[in-house]
């Protein structure tokens, strides 16, 4: 992706070298989380959009304990190339919600933290995964993030942590739209196999409007970028991540969708460009 010379969001907050209960996060909430917590960030993070997460459910590890971390050269740059992504999202929604929608669209900010921190939707750590909380209307990503996505789940390029950091801000349109809290509702009253199941389609949903993102950013993409993105969706996958982890892909255990229908409602996305086209709730097939 093409970053030289496109200007940094002013919506990034960056919280350093968090140690237990991390900075910035209101200092009201002393000492560690607790298995009341942990109960509590587990059930609120299933619906609020954290998407790499069952990654880690199957490595067995038991939570990181992380300490605060030095501010590297390799947190900047992450922290750059957020920044910037983050700015291309802001263009392309405000862009698409006056043409498409006929309203106007508020930006997410997004907080790149290391270590762990505090948000309303419970703690996060490098082991939660980037996620986005509908409750403070921000995106968490972890920047050891990036280096997990190339070498812990073969999602190398830029182009693929640029989809990653799409498919959250995804969310936030989807909570602007007002599908967010209705389909957080439709869950407190289903099963848990519905209950997966309409978060399914709630991200692939995200997967398709990342990739009208993608659309409207053609002019930054380079040779191997849309694979990239493409190769991200395929990895995140819940079949693959599933057999990764060294079991039988259970399907009503799925909460983001196969790996090919991540991929495909990307493509949809990436195709058109269109808003309309991404209602995966009005899909007979997914
Ligand atoms: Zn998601």
């Not at 609020?48 to 900047?76: F, K, M, R, Y």
């Not at 209705?182 to 519905?194: D, H, I, L, M, Y």
């Not at 209950?195 to 930054?220: F, H, I, Y």
């Amino acid at each position: 992706m093409r970053l030289r010379g496109i200007r940094r969001s002013k919506n990034v907050e960056v919280r350093r070298g968090g140690g237990r209960g991390g900075r910035g996060g209101g200092g009201a909430r002393a000492g560690g989380l607790g298995l009341v917590g942990v109960l509590f960030v587990l059930g609120i993070g299933y619906f609020t959009g954290i998407d790499v997460t069952p990654l880690l459910n199957g490595s067995g590890g038991s939570a990181p304990t992380q300490q605060s971390a030095p501010v590297s050269a390799e947190d900047d740059a992450a922290t750059q190339f957020t920044a910037q992504v983050l700015a291309t999202t802001e263009d392309v929604w405000d862009k698409v919600f006056r043409e498409q929608l006929g309203r106007a669209y508020e930006p997410p900010r997004l907080v790149v933290f290391s270590g762990v921190t505090q948000s309303p939707c419970g703690g996060a750590s490098g082991a939660t995964g980037p996620f986005y909380c509908p409750a403070d209307e921000k995106a968490y990503l972890d920047t050891s993030f990036f280096t997990m996505l190339s070498q812990r789940m073969g999602a190398e390029g830029d182009f693929a942590a640029a989809y990653v950091i799409a498919h959250e801000v995804a969310h936030h349109v989807q909570n602007q739209l007002g599908i967010l809290p209705k389909v957080n509702a439709a869950r407190q009253q289903s099963s848990q196999t519905e209950a997966n199941a309409l978060t399914v389609r709630l991200e692939l949903m995200a997967d398709c409007l990342s990739g009208v993102w993608a659309m409207n950013v053609q002019g930054l993409m380079e040779r191997g970028d849309l694979d990239e993105a493409l190769n991200a969706a395929r990895k995140i996958g819940d079949d693959h991540l599933q057999k990764q982890a060294g079991r039988v892909p259970q399907p009503h255990t799925f909460t983001h969708g196969t790996s090919e229908q991540r991929a495909r409602w990307f493509d949809r996305g990436y195709d058109s460009g269109q808003v309309g086209d991404c209602d995966t709730f009005a899909a007979e097939r997914l």
